[in-house]
Each structure stands twice: as C-alpha cells, then as structure tokens.
T-cell receptor, first 118, second 115 residues
C-alpha cells in the first residue's frame, strides 16, 4: 500500500520570504509520480508541480521548486518570494506508474495549511 | 484550456430530495473522476470512468449514482442523502486512466449541504 505523510498541519510565512513544506511517502514501486496540489480557500484544486521518480533533476515551476530525495522518500515543496495568493491548503500526492486496476488512484497526504502574512 | 466546470456551485437539499451534480470538460480527456472532500481533509475517490465506462466504484453507498452520458460530461445523481454526506464534491479529469502518469485536473467543486 502507498502512503503519503505531511507532518506540518499548519504553517505561516511572511510575504516575500521562503517556506518549505515537507512530504514523505512510502511505496514499493521503483517508478512513480509525485504531485503538489494547491487548494485556496473556497477555490479549486490546481496542480502546482509534478515530479517523475525516474528523473533525478528536481522539478521547478517559477517560484515553486521541489527537493526530491528518492532514497529518503522525501518530496518537499519550496515556495520562494511568498505572495498573499499562495495562502492555501497544499496537498502532496503519489501516483502509481502502473495503469492496471487498483493503481489508478492518487494517494493524498492530509495537507498543510499555509498562511502568508502581509 | 485546462478547465473542468461543475454546476451548481452550491446545493442545499433535504434528505428526501433528488438532485444531480454536473461536471464537464472539453479537453478531450477520457478519464473522469468524482471525489468527496470534507473540510480540512484530502479528497476521497468515489468513482472513476474511463471511456464512458465505470472503472472504479470505491464502495460508495447506492444513494450516490454516477452517470457518464458522453466523453465530456459526468453526472452524479443524489437521492435520500444523509447529513453526513454534506461535503465538497470534486470532479476531475485526465487524458487517460493511467495512474500517476496522467495528471488530474480538478473542477471548482459543488458544496453540498444536506439538511
């Protein structure tokens, strides 16, 4: 079974500062996919960044970057130059590389509520 | 355009009512999903459709009935719901049903309150 753990239920950061959200996971697969989704208050869940496990290079998307440590099964999200619009719930998710039955689901962590303070 | 739309945005219904939630995408995706999300919790998968056929039913009570009339449209029919069914119902789609290899795109959700 796959598991995803986000150990920080809530975090806060000053505007323009940098913050790192942690995520650890467990899977028996050698290849898989990791995601960070952002869900602002009363707004829809959007994909922030995606990482394929067989790629050693860490994914980046503008102010968002990940630190992917495959051996440690760690997938942290770094947000640089935090903005008020970054205030949201952040979910880390794990997806299988297989397409067979039972492998379709994303396994989500419990989420980290991030507040950006002016 | 990576847009999934859902209607209505809000819904209040009594336990004896019948209502439907609608989800639509025009990205040519062939996999569509229904999730239930309680406050401050991650989404929980309910149903998955692939090429308009139900692939996964995560042991959801029969008072929830999904329907996929065509490749762009997904409905969730609600009947005799309980107050504990109050939640945010999210629809998502992906190009194909292929686990993590395909990114899921979420709609804004329908916030349901059962009285």
């Amino acid at each position: 079974a796959q598991t995803v753990t986000q150990s920080q239920p809530e975090m806060s950061v000053q505007e323009a500062e940098t913050v790192t959200l942690s995520c650890t996971y467990d899977t028996s697969e050698n290849n898989y996919y990791l995601f960070w989704y952002k869900q602002p208050p009363s707004r829809q869940m959007i994909l922030v960044i995606r990482q394929e496990a067989y790629k050693q290079q860490n994914a980046t998307e503008n102010r968002f970057s990940v630190n992917f440590q495959k051996a440690a099964k760690s997938f942290s999200l770094k947000i640089s130059d935090s903005q008020l619009g970054d205030t949201a719930m952040y979910f880390c998710a794990l997806g299988s590389s297989y397409s067979g039955a039972g492998s379709y689901q994303l396994t989500f962590g419990k989420g980290t509520k991030l507040s950006v303070i002016p | 355009d990576t847009e999934v739309t859902q209607t209505p945005k809000h819904l209040v219904m009594g336990m004896t009512n019948k209502k439907s939630l609608k989800c639509e995408q025009h990205m040519g995706h062939r996999a569509m999903y229904w999730y239930k999300q309680k406050a401050k919790k991650p989404p929980e998968l309910m149903f998955v459709y692939s090429y308009e056929k139900l692939s996964i039913n995560e042991s959801v009570p029969s008072r929830f009935s999904p329907e996929c009339p065509n490749s762009s449209l997904l409905n969730l029919h609600l009947h005799a719901l309980q107050p504990e069914d109050s939640a945010l119902y999210l629809c998502a789609s992906s190009p194909r049903l292929a686990g993590g290899r395909e990114t899921q795109y979420f709609g804004p959700g329908t916030r349901l309150l059962v009285l």
